[in-house]
């Protein structure tokens, strides 16, 4: 069973040690008083997150060990002594207070995204075989690889550079590096912790903000801070053709977090509300700290949601200026910190200085991905129309618009022209985080339209901005009550909430069926492993040296639908370099894969001096040979030793 307490106890302990009493210590330096509770302890996290992942680049880069291991506890002590020091205060504002409300959509997030994730591999470990999502197993590879460096190479290319916005697994990483756990179960047991405290904190400010300074009834403030879960903001179903259940797109993302999407939403929320609480304020130095910081963060955790910081912030300074003709120059500033700290990280972590753009990673600016694999473009090739052609595109993507926002879209309109009305007509620009919240949620739905990625992955420009959608949306509904809208979306969030349930549902439901195909024999499917494979990936992991590397001949899982080298179980599990496994999340260039393919073969050659020749020149460790890819495999070189053998997988040593 991959649930455990003493692995779910231990990361709780380095969240809280390592990362967020650290970053409380940093953020009373930089975080003005007045910023609400939740907006403190929310950028405590993400600034401690930066200062410990500082501290493991200053280890990897000096070969000094141990550093991380003592920073954390170290400057807990610390942030402790400080705290008494300064007579206990109390972590809410004088206007704030505990409520109920925090503990309960924490617990519902925790437990969902549990059902949505960890429990769906709960016995994946223990039977007759083993099925792991392909982006799991991806994400734990990268946890492998990153604790032993940060950064570090691809462990499924041997000497490919690893980019990738990989912030996400280096809080997995880290914690590994420190207590040497297993990192599959690290990844299952911590993650519904990542996922439910920064997402309850940012939705509590979301809340805050909705709210205002009024006094509310407990179950209003409630709808303020959890409503966006059933706000049917990307309901799948509507959206992608195919989509069945769950229901929301959203909830899937950021209860799984599965590709940081939570956290994404979370940092989108953070930095919108500490730009709105500073932008009128005196240049302070610690406010474009806290903002070059807080940059680096979105961008290494999604470089979609800090693309989109950056544009909004400098959209909002330039067309400001223009309508006041006021210049204010800490706000050019905290423009050039957000930039800043985003073109560094970019460089550095997500892409590299020369990206390939080679598969997952190739992006296009066009319409027509977004339309080809969504109902509408499916509806219009029904009726025998060219969705790309002019007019039908306007109209195509106008609605696939309209799916993806969901009814939300409706106040949001509303709320836009509301706003841009009062603008023109009376010259007050109000609130600034309403515009930084229209402008977000615009620019991601241009990204949705414009753009298009392998996957669908340009709906992460609407979920990134969905929680200022709801604000939008909601800010509305307060300021015309018992408006026709205002009952029309009061029975939608209605709906929207029995959506949310049977999504709950749904994962229970998708977790048993999920945890009987373990009992399954694999056979031949390339998109199982068996037990037999998962005990020669153990073996490796307990009985070789953590810096071999090792050749594999599995690199697909062969769908119908789908080809792409997305085989990942060997990186994850035997938590070994390998020479090349799947390839297809890679940035590697086309010609170096086939370099690297062409090689590959040679280690299962009958030609003796060929599989020498390949060992020398490439300094791969151990050969794993599966009967399901080389049923008759023989060795022919003296130097491979067999040192493992079942009925599915030989290994062998080359010496």
């Known amino acids: 069973m991959t649930f455990s307490l003493g692995i779910t106890f231990v990361f709780l302990l380095y969240s809280i040690f390592w990362i967020e009493i650290p970053g409380m210590l940093f953020s009373t330096m930089l975080l003005q008083r007045r910023f609400k509770f939740s907006t403190r302890l929310l950028a405590g996290f993400f600034i401690g997150f930066i200062y410990m992942a500082a501290l493991y680049l200053i280890e990897s880069l000096t070969g000094l060990t141990g550093i991380i291991m003592f920073a954390g506890p170290i400057t807990s002590a610390i942030g402790i002594f400080c705290y008494f020091k300064n007579d206990r205060p109390s972590v809410f504002n004088a206007s704030e207070h505990f409520r109920w409300t925090y503990v309960i959509i924490f617990a519902f997030i925790y437990i969902v995204s549990m059902l949505n994730f960890q429990f769906k591999y709960l016995f994946a470990l223990s039977g007759a075989s083993t099925q792991v999502y392909h982006d799991a197993?991806?994400?734990?590879?990268?946890?492998?690889?990153?604790?032993?460096?940060?950064?570090?190479?691809?462990?499924?290319?041997?000497?490919?550079?690893?980019?990738?916005?990989?912030?996400?697994?280096?809080?997995?990483?880290?914690?590994?590096?420190?207590?040497?756990?297993?990192?599959?179960?690290?990844?299952?047991?911590?993650?519904?912790?990542?996922?439910?405290?920064?997402?309850?904190?940012?939705?509590?400010?979301?809340?805050?903000?909705?709210?205002?300074?009024?006094?509310?009834?407990?179950?209003?403030?409630?709808?303020?801070?959890s409503g966006l879960l059933a706000s049917g903001i990307a309901m799948l179903p509507l959206v992608v053709v195919g989509g069945r259940l769950p229901v929301s797109w959203l909830g899937n993302h950021i209860f799984s977090n599965i590709n940081a999407m939570g956290?994404?939403?979370?940092?989108?929320?953070?930095?919108?509300?500490?730009?709105?609480?500073?932008?009128?304020?005196?240049?302070?130095?610690?406010?474009?700290?806290?903002?070059?910081?807080?940059?680096?963060a979105a961008t290494g955790f999604k470089g979609t949601t800090a693309t989109m910081l950056v544009g909004i912030t400098w959209s909002v300074f330039v067309i400001e200026w223009i309508i006041t003709k006021n210049f204010h120059i800490q706000q050019l500033l905290y423009n050039v910190a957000l930039t800043l700290g985003f073109i560094l990280t970019y460089l550095t972590v997500t892409v590299g200085l020369h990206p390939s753009g080679a598969n997952n990673r190739s992006m296009v600016v066009t319409a027509e991905g977004t339309l080809e694999a969504g109902r509408v473009g499916q509806l219009f090739t029904k009726l025998g129309l060219d969705y790309m052609a002019f007019p039908w595109v306007i109209i195509a993507v106008i609605l696939s618009i309209i799916c993806i926002l969901g009814p939300c879209v409706i106040t949001f309109v509303a709320f836009t022209v509301e706003k841009f009305s009062t603008l023109i007509k009376e010259g007050v620009i109000g609130d600034i985080f309403d515009w930084f919240a229209i402008g977000m949620v615009l620019m991601g739905v241009i990204g949705f339209s414009a753009v298009s990625v392998p996957g669908l992955?340009?709906?992460?420009?609407?979920?990134?901005?969905?929680?200022?959608?709801?604000?939008?949306?909601?800010?509305?509904?307060?300021?015309?009550?018992?408006?026709?809208?205002?009952?029309?979306?009061?029975?939608?969030?209605?709906?929207?909430?029995?959506?949310?349930?049977v999504d709950v549902v749904y994962f229970c439901y998708a977790d048993v069926k999920q945890n009987a195909v373990y009992k399954q024999e694999a056979g031949e499917r390339a998109d199982m492993v068996s037990a037999e494979t998962m005990e020669a990936y153990d073996w490796i992991k307990e009985n070789t040296p953590e810096d071999s590397v090792i050749a594999v001949d599995r690199l697909s899982e062969k769908q119908k639908d789908d080809y792409r080298?997305?085989?990942?179980?060997?990186?994850?599990?035997?938590e070994r370099q390998c020479y090349i496994e799947g390839y297809d999340y890679s940035d590697v260039a086309e010609d170096q894969v086939e370099a690297k393919l062409s090689m590959n073969e040679k280690f299962y050659s009958e030609d003796v001096l060929a599989v020498d020749a390949a060992f020398e020149v490439t300094g791969v460790d151990y050969l794993v040979?599966?009967?399901?890819?080389?049923?008759?495999?023989?060795?022919?070189?003296?130097?491979?030793?067999?040192?493992?053998?079942?009925?599915?997988?030989?290994?062998?040593?080359?010496?």
């Open 137 to 225: 197993l991806f994400h734990t590879g990268n946890i492998v690889s990153l604790s032993r460096s940060f950064p570090n190479t691809d462990i499924r290319i041997e000497g490919l550079t690893f980019y990738y916005h990989y912030f996400y697994e280096l809080i997995f990483a880290m914690c590994k590096h420190i207590f040497r756990i297993d990192a599959f179960r690290l990844y299952l047991n911590g993650n519904a912790i990542i996922c439910a405290f920064p997402l309850t904190m940012a939705l509590v400010t979301l809340g805050d903000r909705i709210r205002g300074v009024k006094e509310v009834t407990p179950l209003r403030y409630f709808f303020y801070c």
């Open 457 to 501: 992955s340009q709906g992460y420009f609407v979920i990134t901005g969905a929680g200022l959608l709801f604000y939008c949306s909601v800010k509305y509904m307060i300021g015309h009550r018992m408006d026709f809208l205002y009952r029309v979306m009061h029975i939608w969030f209605a709906i929207g909430t029995v959506l949310l349930a």
């Open 263 to 296: 956290l994404a939403l979370a940092l989108t929320i953070l930095v919108i509300d500490v730009l709105a609480e500073i932008w009128y304020d005196k240049l302070a130095f610690t406010n474009l700290i806290l903002l070059f910081i807080l940059s680096v």
């Open 565 to 574: 080298s997305i085989f990942f179980y060997a990186s994850a599990f035997a």
């Open 625 to 655: 040979v599966t009967k399901q890819e080389h049923p008759d495999y023989q060795v022919t070189s003296q130097n491979l030793k067999l040192v493992f053998n079942n009925s599915e997988v030989m290994i062998y040593k080359y010496d």
